[in-house]
């Protein structure tokens, strides 16, 4: 991250108006900032700022203040099941290995330094709009040069369902939520998942969700006597 980026710099235009931001990144003219009272990102047209200002700009570019937030990211679950062997018995026995790459699309800008969230998620048998959470782990996500990539190798876990039988119990696999975020500020710098609403449904609430746990359609939390996961 640049040396600029965690301090609050005043801005001030052409017509001199001021405004206390922090930098964020830049693209061509565009100066992507936030502001910290309330976390919202706008962009500044940098040909309307003042001199004072454009060389505070120019000082954190130099200092390497200008780093992309644009990423895109993939997971591969690694998942491979069977039946149960006992006769009668429709229980499914699933194991995954999941895999979550994050690629910088931008040839010429490296990304920031973060954190990475990824959540693998499942569909419980007996609750047809909640959520359960096989896994939830993060990793430090350093800087990435222009077109390079980081693969985050996720803990393998087991889990067993029946949606069939007599005794329904479980969740089967739905999909995943990457949470890319600042690690000082807490912002979300990106979000993608799969299926591609759930991530802008609920956003940064699933930074909360723990492992091997159920959830209701808001996620709130909910409780299965049977159940289990291992």
Do not use: C
Not at 139 to 158: I, N, V, W
Not at 170 to 185: F, N, Q, S, T
């Amino acid at each position: 991250m640049g040396a600029l980026q965690a301090n609050e710099v005043v801005l001030r235009n052409k017509d001199g108006k001021s405004l206390t931001v922090r930098l964020v990144s830049i693209t061509g003219d565009k100066l992507a900032v936030m502001r910290e009272s309330d976390k919202k990102q706008f962009t500044l047209d940098l040909t309307q700022l003042d001199d004072s200002s454009r060389a505070k700009v120019d000082d954190w570019v130099k200092a390497g203040g200008n780093m992309s937030e644009r990423y895109v990211v993939d997971v591969s679950t690694g998942k491979s099941g069977r039946n149960s062997n006992y006769d009668y018995d429709d229980e499914r026995i699933v194991s995954m290995e999941p895999i979550a790459v994050v690629k910088n699309p931008d040839i010429n800008v490296p990304t920031k330094a973060a954190k990475i969230t990824v959540l693998i998620l499942g569909r419980p048998v007996n609750e047809r709009g909640g959520y359960y959470v096989f896994s939830n782990e993060t990793f430090d996500l350093p800087s990435l040069e222009g077109g390079k990539q980081k693969a985050f190798q996720m803990k393998k876990f087991r889990h067993s369902y029946d949606d069939r039988g007599s005794y329904k119990f479980g969740a089967r696999y739905l999909g995943w939520v990457v949470l890319i975020h600042d690690p000082e500020d807490k912002r979300i710098i990106h979000s993608q998942s799969l299926p591609a609403p759930v991530v802008g449904k609920f956003g940064e609430k699933f930074m909360t969700l723990k492992p091997m746990s159920y959830y209701d359609s808001e996620l709130d939390v909910i409780k299965y006597a049977n159940s289990f996961s291992n």
